[in-house]
């Protein structure tokens, strides 16, 4: 058997490699580094398969979400809500710019924001809610879209983990993850589903004056060279990873199938399993068919509720099986954002699943034998 990796991003590399080292070595005899035409062409091919009107590539996932903040303007002491059960860049951001980070609850079985949670922390004060599509598959944008409509708030998708993800409106309607909200950030960190070869992120939006407020502020507040009208940053997306984004972005569907054959393979394996529950598909499609793109799997999850979770840790690391706990801490209780404000009796879910997540490997290299290996490992421990 290979060896198993949590993320194996030498098989991908090597299908793609002729393509990528040479356009590489274009980049580097071009010397067009900074903005070169790799980097508008990948905008280009970005927007038309999201299909969204502005795609601003950025220098990283966690600037894309500080700049969608403040390209929609929001002012410090406004309040922004988003889950307690996420990385920490998406509350760092809030947190950086003086907004006030209102973290609530997910749900037990998408592990994604709970809408009553976000209902009861809606104040005057609020003016945007952040949803996190967790994991690879979209928060209820239905229910997120609905409640920001009636309160008059933006909507900031964290599409970091989702991109290539399908969502289907109540209405039957489907869009890509990430171009539903008023604006969205993603990442194309290494390990994302759509990963260059060091750190990358963009913005997407539909709304034509957002999108020319956001490219002024990736460009140090200019607008016209030189003429420095608002506060930027400086955060760019270079040529190099954006040639390799060219590469992957033609094959993200493929990747994405793969993660989703993956996932059906462990889930089938882990069928009647009294201790453990795997993640739950909430899209229509149902597990049993073998191309559906609602869930892109960025990560595969179970909850282990027999207290064996840490132990089986131990024990998949013993066997040379790598995997993951995200998140062993809820955000409420990092020191960096413990707050008087928060109550623990807000956080059942978020409080328990820290307890009993366990992400097993996830990638498009995958094979059946390691699966077998890993899904068995699993079940043999959690029952004895
Ligand atoms: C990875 C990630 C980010 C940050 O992306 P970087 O490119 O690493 O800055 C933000 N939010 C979520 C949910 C992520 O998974």
Redesign the pocket.
């Known amino acids: 058997m290979r060896k198993i990796q949590m993320v194996d991003l030498n098989g991908q590399y090597e299908d793609i490699k002729n393509q990528v080292n040479d356009s590489i070595a274009e980049v580097l005899e071009s010397s067009a580094f900074i903005n070169g035409p790799h980097v508008h062409a990948f905008q280009k091919e970005l927007e038309d398969y999201l299909g969204v009107k502005h795609v601003i590539p950025c220098a ?4 894309a ?1 500080q700049i969608c903040m403040m390209g929609l303007g929001l002012q410090p002491g406004d309040e922004v809500i988003t889950a307690d059960f ?2 920490a ?2 509350v760092e951001v809030i947190a950086l710019l003086n907004l006030t980070p209102v973290l609530v609850d997910v749900e037990p079985d998408t592990f994604n924001i709970d809408i009553e949670a976000i209902e009861r922390a809606i104040t005057p004060k609020t003016k945007a809610i952040v949803p ?1 599509h ?1 994991f690879g598959q979209c928060a209820n944008m239905d229910a997120i879209m609905e409640l920001a409509d009636k309160h008059n708030l933006f909507v900031i998708e ?1 599409n ?2 989702a991109i290539g993800a399908t969502y289907s409106w109540a209405s039957g309607k489907k869009m890509k993850s990430g171009t539903i909200g008023h604006v969205a950030s993603t ?3 290494p390990s ?1 589903n759509l990963g260059c070869y060091g ?1 990358g ?1 963009a913005i997407f939006t539909n709304d034509d004056d957002l999108a020319h407020t956001i490219r002024g502020i990736v460009n140090h507040g200019m607008y016209e060279r030189y003429y420095h009208d608002v506060v930027g940053v400086n955060s760019r997306l270079d040529s190099i990873q954006a040639a390799v984004l060219r590469a992957k972005l033609s094959k993200l569907d493929e990747y994405n199938q793969k993660r989703w054959q993956a996932a059906t393979k462990y889930s089938k394996a882990f069928q009647g399993q009294d201790h453990i529950v795997v993640p739950k598909i909430a899209c229509a499609c149902g597990s049993a068919q073998n191309t559906c793109d609602c869930h892109v799997f960025h990560q595969y999850t179970l909850r282990i509720l027999n207290g064996k979770r840490d132990a089986l840790v131990k024990h998949l690391n013993e066997n040379n099986v790598p995997c993951g706990v995200y998140y062993p801490v809820p955000l409420h209780k990092q020191k960096a954002y413990v707050d008087s404000r928060y109550k623990e009796e807000d956080f059942p879910v978020t409080n328990q699943l820290v307890k009993e997540v366990i992400s097993l490997p996830m990638h498009t290299e995958l094979d059946d034998e390691q699966i077998q290996y890993i899904t068995n490992l699993v079940i043999d421990f959690v029952n004895h």
């Open positions: 990283n996932g966690t600037d979400l996420t990385f860049a998406t996190v967790l964290d970091a983990q990442s194309f960190f994302k750190d992120g």
